[in-house]
């Protein structure tokens, strides 16, 4: 089973700063990760996929990036729709999908 | 559009079994692969398997191997997910989610809170 571990666990930040999430696969997963969006009482929303492509309901100052076992979630400037938790997910491992744990973003 | 849309929320005594919904519309029922993801309270999201509504084919996470089935109904575009034995430690959100071959999970149903209680 492949292993995602993601960093920090929360994360602090104030608005309209950069946000810069990380996830790390225990083995190369290429470019087959993607990158959820969960509020509280919500289902995740699909926010990237393919590590770097943007799902078309997020705006362009999310972007992910990475290939292998290192990726990264940037939000340029912090909304504060953006609170929430993000998972990275590898689908590279068909048909035995793995989540990371989590990082929480909040308000600084 | 895709919608998943899941049974309502259950209360379940300890050693009871359960049967959560997932009725799927607006694609090809058969053209699409369904997960099954658990998210126990204030804690991540867990994967827990697959099925093909096609084939009927299931994978299982190991974690989710015995107690865990995953059946599905292509006349009423349904997918069940049915769990046996349950205990405190199945208190949960139980998600569905749809994926195309060899890709992210890319609609999600809304949840099934599951409570497991004496």
């Known amino acids: 089973e492949i292993v995602m571990t993601q960093s920090p666990a929360t994360l602090s930040v104030s608005l309209g700063e950069r946000a810069t999430l990380s996830c790390r696969a225990s083995e190369s997963v290429s470019s087959n990760l993607a990158w959820y969006q969960q509020k509280p009482g919500q289902p995740p929303r699909l926010l990237i996929y393919?590590?770097?492509t943007r799902a078309a309901a997020f705006p362009a100052r999310f972007s992910g990036s990475g290939s292998g076992t290192e990726f990264t979630l940037t939000i340029s400037s912090l909304q504060s729709e953006d609170f929430a938790v993000y998972y990275c997910q590898q689908y590279n491992d068909w048909p035995l999908y793995t989540f990371g744990q989590g990082t929480k973003l909040e308000i600084k | 559009q895709v919608q998943l849309v899941q049974s309502g929320a259950e209360v379940k005594k300890p050693g009871a079994s359960l049967r959560v919904s997932c009725k799927a519309s607006?694609?090809?029922?058969?053209?699409?692969?369904i997960h099954w993801v658990r998210q126990a309270p204030g804690q991540g999201l867990e994967w827990m398997g697959v099925i093909d509504p096609r084939r009927g084919a299931t994978t299982y996470a190991h974690n989710f191997q015995g107690k865990f089935t995953m059946t599905t109904d292509t006349s009423t575009t349904t997918v069940f997910l049915e769990v046996g034995s349950l205990g405190s430690d199945d208190t949960a959100v139980y998600y569905c989610?749809?994926?195309?071959?060899?890709?992210?999970?890319?609609?999600w149903g809304q949840g099934t809170l599951v409570t497991v209680s004496s």
């Open positions: 393919g590590a770097s």
């Open positions: 989610a749809r994926s195309d071959y060899l890709k992210y999970p890319d609609s």
């Open positions: 607006g694609y090809t029922f058969t053209s699409f692969y």
